[in-house]
């Protein structure tokens, strides 16, 4: 009878486990199956290389490079912001902070983690575009730069409580060499804590990256969606997420329209997961 | 209790569908984003005249209202632009047939941040600014400024009306585009904030969405016509250039409660509300 029970529960756990895969290996079967259909009216080259995205006319212009280049360019400037704040933070966190203070900025970071992006999205649009705008004195405050960093703020709670993980798996044992040997606080940080934890940091990175790439709400609110190759981080950008998102609703199915949207997700199923996939490298290398 | 209420919520989710299919005492109204606040204070009317009738307003564009139309999951789409062929030939694979009802007029008004010492343009330099080959202010008598150009985004029957007929003029055959640097937001509101906002941007919508923080542009066909302001009158009169009709589409003749909700949306008291939310009745 015990037996029965421990068999009945060990399947119905596996079953738990294999579901995951079956339903990613589903979503990216359909996304195959609809994306695809896209090339038998626009070469893949045209497609991922094509400077125009005007899907509604006729004959519909389906080149999504701004798109991918608005994507990568507001990534990278979320990254260049949110990289050495967030690992500064987890170091701070980790081996710096005394033990009371700790404890408030992780919950201030998970309270961070915690706000919805289309709220962010509605601060950023109501206080750091306009922000921008004067700052700069740009023509409009809904550019990539005010996209970057938004998204900032929402890839920091990711990098920094997998970072300061890393930090902490750190063998006591190297701090306590480091110490022996008369280093510095400072450092035993940066010539010990820091490349012995690098590889998880590495981890928090990408994964925080990935966040921001598939951040969809916030960055259509406020980096102006105007399709147009970006030739600076203070220009309007149009994202292949808010792409999807914006013109989702209005495709009718079964058109060319319809098909490159699904094709945009594909390339952004490839992007996040080449991100996740380096992420994991990272991560199990150090065991 | 809890439980009680939880069976009568399951009931309710069951039945809804059910119920808005049959059409028995609820109807789906979905489309124009344009159209929303119409359609609901057209519900609401309606709805406080015929207690136990069910009339849902929801947004989404022109095109999500085919979209559902076509799907079968609404009984009216509102629409801002005319159905396209493709539309039409999804529809009847789908064994439906999209009959066009024409329900109210609009101006759509362009806009520019009442600091902006511009105000008038003629339909060529407004296709000049919007597809980009003007991007200076001071080449329309304005300050030397850039051009900041808002439009909304292409699931808006507002974008594809402002593309054919200022863009294009009318020409089916035209190539004209939005110019690929415009900002494309995804409301009328956020377009209105944003026009309040930077004193170089220009943008459009529909009149109802005028406020003292825009300034409307007076509109002239050509450099040796009136300029036209967008207000009512001036829509009815047919004197304002950029207008269209607002246009419901329902499956094949409307019948039962469909067809009296149209009724009432199309008779005196349904085109007095047309007027009071800003829109321009088909009646006079």
Redesign the interface.
């Known amino acids: 009878m015990r037996k029965l029970k421990e068999f009945i529960i060990e399947k119905l756990i596996l079953i738990c486990g294999l579901a995951s895969i079956f339903f990613v290996v589903l979503i990216f079967l359909f996304l195959l199956k609809e994306g695809l259909a896209v090339f038998s009216t626009v070469s893949p080259f045209k497609f991922l290389f094509g400077k125009n995205w005007y899907p509604i006319s006729d004959p519909p212009q389906l080149g999504i490079l701004p798109l991918i280049l608005g994507s990568l360019l507001v990534t990278l400037g979320a990254a260049i912001i949110s990289i050495p704040i967030g690992v500064g933070c987890a170091v701070y966190i980790a081996e710096v902070a005394p033990a009371n203070l700790k404890e408030i900025l992780k919950a201030g970071i998970e309270l961070l983690a915690a706000i919805p992006s289309v709220v962010l999205g509605f601060i950023g649009m109501v206080t750091l575009v306009p922000f921008v705008k004067t700052f700069f004195h740009l023509p409009t405050g809904l550019t990539a730069l005010s996209g970057s960093i938004m998204l900032a703020f929402m890839a920091m709670p990711t990098i920094v409580s997998i970072a300061e993980d890393a930090l902490y798996s750190v063998p006591k044992t190297y701090k306590e060499g480091a110490f022996a040997l008369g280093a510095t606080h400072w450092q035993t940080i940066h010539r010990v804590m820091l490349p012995a934890a690098s590889r998880g940091i590495v981890a928090a990175i990408m994964l925080g990256i990935g966040r921001v790439i598939g951040e969809t709400m916030a960055v259509m609110m406020i980096t102006g969606n105007a399709a147009v190759m970006p030739n600076s981080i203070f220009a309007p950008v149009r994202t292949l997420t808010a792409t999807i998102a914006a013109e989702m609703g209005e495709a009718v199915v079964g058109s060319e329209h319809y098909f490159a949207l699904f094709a945009i997700g594909i390339v952004l199923f490839i992007i996040s997961f080449a991100i996740n996939v380096t992420a994991d490298l990272f991560l199990h290398k150090r065991q | 209790m809890f439980k009680k209420g939880l069976i009568i919520l399951m009931a309710l989710m069951l039945a809804g569908p059910a119920l808005a299919k049959s059409g028995k005492n609820s109807i789906q109204v979905k489309g124009s984003d344009t159209m929303v606040n119409l359609g609901q204070a057209w519900a609401e009317k309606y709805m406080e005249e015929n207690p136990g009738e069910f009339v849902a307003v929801t947004g989404?564009?022109s095109?999500?209202g085919?979209?559902s139309l076509?799907?079968g999951t609404c009984d009216i789409a509102m629409a801002s632009r005319s159905i396209?062929g493709?539309?039409i030939s999804?529809a009847n694979q789908k064994g439906i047939n999209p009959t066009e009802i024409k329900v109210a007029l609009d101006g759509l008004a362009v806009v520019v941040n009442p600091a902006n010492p511009v105000s008038k343009l003629t339909l060529d330099q407004l296709a000049g600014i919007f597809t980009g080959t003007i991007s200076n202010w001071k080449d329309v008598g304005g300050k030397d400024?850039?051009?900041?150009i808002l439009s909304r985004?292409?699931?808006s029957g507002t974008h594809?009306y402002f593309k054919e007929h200022v863009l294009r003029k009318g020409n089916a055959d035209g190539k004209e585009?939005f110019a690929?640097?415009?900002?494309?937001?995804?409301s009328s509101q956020a377009i209105a904030d944003?026009v309040a906002?930077?004193a170089?941007?220009i943008g459009y919508y529909g009149m109802g969405y005028i406020s003292a923080k825009q300034k409307a542009i007076a509109v002239a066909k050509d450099a040796s016509s009136e300029y036209i302001t967008p207000t009512i009158e001036n829509v009815v009169d047919g004197k304002y250039p950029i207008s269209r009709p607002l246009f419901t589409y329902v499956n094949g003749a409307p019948q039962g409660l469909v067809k009296k909700f149209i009724d009432f949306a199309l008779y005196k008291e349904g085109q007095d509300i047309v007027l009071k939310t800003d829109f321009v009745p088909i009646i006079k």
């Open positions: 989404g564009g095109g999500t085919f979209s076509i799907s396209k493709k539309e999804l400024e850039k051009i900041v985004e292409i699931n594809v585009e690929q640097s415009a900002l494309l937001l995804s944003e906002g930077n170089s941007a």
